[in-house]
């Protein structure tokens, strides 16, 4: 997934804007308040402690930034979104969770939650 997205950065002209990896989410390897946006794509049900991925979403990103996770809406996310809510943060901007619909199917598989503005 990492190389379909920077295949699509670089077919959008942000290749030079945008970077992509894999992290371990309670350890995000990147500097206090470095990125804009933070996303995690279908792998919240795998996380082990939501509170310490909710300490990383909330360490990593800049004063004006945004934590977007995406994962299938049967998942636990009321456990991230709860990990998410605790943290002081993230109360400004507040956390949500949506549906994401796809057109095309019949059913919404999916859920996103997102973290207002940190800080």
């Known amino acids: ?11 959008t002209g942000l290749h030079d804007r945008i970077s992509f990896q894999v992290a371990d989410v309670a350890a995000l390897p990147c ?8 996303v995690s794509t279908l792998s919240l049900h795998h996380w082990p402690d939501p509170a310490a991925a909710a300490a990383e979403f ?3 990103p800049r004063p004006v ?3 977007m996770i995406y994962d299938v809406r049967f998942a636990a996310l009321g456990r991230a979104v709860a990990a998410l809510g605790a ?11 949506a549906p994401v619909r796809v057109r095309w199917y019949p059913v919404t598989p999916f859920a996103r939650i997102t973290a ?3 800080r």
């Open 58 to 60: 909330a360490r990593v």
């Open 1 to 11: 997934m990492i190389a379909v997205a920077g295949r699509a950065a670089t077919a």
């Open 31 to 38: 500097d206090d308040h470095s990125v804009d946006v933070v």
């Open 116 to 118: 207002g503005t940190p």
């Open 87 to 97: 943290r002081p943060e993230f109360r400004p901007g507040g956390v949500r969770r």
């Open 65 to 67: 930034g945004r934590v």
